[in-house]
């Protein structure tokens, strides 16, 4: 473990390669969300900062399952909450 005030050795990925949509997904952001969040998990990154939410009521279950996953596997996904007084996922 490193000393206070000294960082561990840090490998940053910025991806996936824009444009990511997975073959399993429409060509739609709020389609393409979920698959990327899965692939980021799955690729077993440490932190997934998405800096994004979908107001799509429709992919709460997904990504509840994605973000389950992402707990056993010691992975913090970090989202944004909508702009507006609305519900916004995750």
Known sequence: ???PGNFAEVDVVVGPPRPFLP???SSTLAAAFPAVVRWA???GFDLIDVSL???RARYTDELRAIADDAVFRRTVIVA???NSPVESYP
């Open 1 to 3: 473990m490193p000393a």
């Open 23 to 25: 073959p399993s997904c």
């Open 41 to 43: 998990v799955d690729k």
């Open 53 to 55: 939410s979908t107001t």
């Open 80 to 82: 944004s909450a909508h």
